[in-house]
């Protein structure tokens, strides 16, 4: 199944299931509103059985981030093998983990305008985990059991921000710099342990290729271990790190500049797609 948020012409928002080419409409504002209701997935099946539930062709939807409001949104970083190779880190033993607001997200075809506020800006292609349930201190089978699905991000990273100290959290929560999307596809549909193909490009040039077997800590490696300390509920996202082909890891390092389009795309899924603003003049 997949989920999208389509964002109606007066601005307002509904949740969507694809069927036959076409998205047919619940009457709940966000996937986030709808999958934190026990019956979603019946809502979801009706809406496509209801001749008269509204509809769109895939082509005249607007997509919106499909989870405006994630209770949580918990990240991981250092969790690909080829992105610690080319910071020269060791693996880690458990995971590396910070957090992002609610408002840090963004459409997954918005313009992001970053202005003079960041020099250094870099590109972070990630699949992010869709909580399905309620979990806490989960083991790794209840874990996998509680997710719901899987949708594309992009961890937009103020690197000359993150570099001010050892704590990465004042590169990485700038707000409407998160691309998430375009849809959710639940974890029936897809499996990430088997393997999708990552990517991301910059005006047409691929700058991270790799697949996501070769994640260190999986999907339900990193719900059971956030579960141990904090309460993940439905809706909630879990970003699963980057692959190697950042910026940072570059020689010579290479920055998003004004005007470049960046398309991140994970097999299975689909892409976000995002024009950058940047002045060349220095922020604070």
Request: proline share 6%; hydrophobic share 40%; no cysteine.
């Given at each position: 199944m997949r989920l999208a948020t389509?964002?109606?012409?007066?601005?307002?928002?509904?949740?969507?299931?694809?069927?036959?080419?076409?998205?047919?409409?619940?009457?709940?504002?966000?996937?986030?509103?709808?999958?934190?209701?026990?019956?979603?997935?019946?809502?979801?099946?009706?809406?496509?059985?209801?001749?008269?539930a509204p509809r769109l062709r895939l082509s005249d939807a607007t997509l919106a981030t499909p989870l405006p409001s994630p209770r949580k949104i918990v990240c991981c970083g250092l969790n690909y093998h080829d992105h610690i190779a080319e910071t020269g880190r060791?693996?880690?033993?458990?995971?590396?983990?910070?957090?992002?607001?609610?408002?840090?997200?963004?459409?997954?075809?918005?313009?992001?305008?970053?202005?003079?506020d960041s020099q250094k800006v870099d590109w972070e292609a990630e699949l992010a985990v869709v909580i399905g349930s309620s979990l806490r201190r989960a083991t790794k089978a209840e874990a996998e059991a509680g997710i719901l699905g899987y949708t594309v991000a992009n961890d937009v990273s103020y690197r000359d921000w993150q570099a001010r100290t050892l704590q990465w959290f004042q590169g990485k929560a700038?707000?409407?710099?998160?691309?998430?999307?375009?849809?959710?596809?639940?974890?029936?549909?897809?499996?990430?342990?088997?393997?999708?193909?990552?990517t991301t490009s910059i005006d047409g040039e691929v700058v991270q290729?790799?697949?996501?077997?070769?994640?260190?800590?999986?999907?339900?490696?990193?719900?059971?271990?956030?579960?141990?300390f904090t309460q993940l509920s439905p809706g909630d996202l879990i970003l699963?790190?980057?692959?190697?082909?950042?910026?940072?890891?570059?020689?010579?390092?290479?920055?998003?500049?004004?005007?470049?389009?960046?398309t991140t795309t994970?097999?299975?899924?689909?892409?976000?797609?995002?024009?950058?603003?940047?002045?060349?003049?220095?922020?604070y």
């Open positions: 389509i964002r109606q012409p007066d601005g307002t928002t509904r949740a969507a299931v694809e069927y036959n080419e076409q998205w047919f409409q619940l009457d709940v504002a966000s996937v986030s509103d709808l999958v934190t209701l026990p019956t979603w997935r019946a809502l979801a099946s009706a809406a496509i059985n209801d001749s008269t060791d693996v880690p033993e458990y995971p590396t983990l910070f957090a992002k607001f609610g408002d840090t997200l963004t459409d997954p075809y918005a313009e992001i305008n970053v202005g003079a700038w707000d409407a710099t998160t691309p998430v999307g375009p849809v959710i596809v639940t974890a029936d549909e897809i499996s990430p342990k088997q393997g999708l193909a990552v290729s790799s697949n996501t077997r070769e994640l260190v800590f999986d999907a339900a490696d990193l719900v059971a271990y956030v579960s141990q699963t790190g980057t692959p190697g082909g950042v910026g940072l890891g570059r020689s010579p390092q290479r920055w998003l500049r004004d005007g470049e389009v960046l994970i097999e299975g899924i689909g892409s976000l797609r995002n024009q950058f603003r940047i002045s060349t003049t220095e922020g």
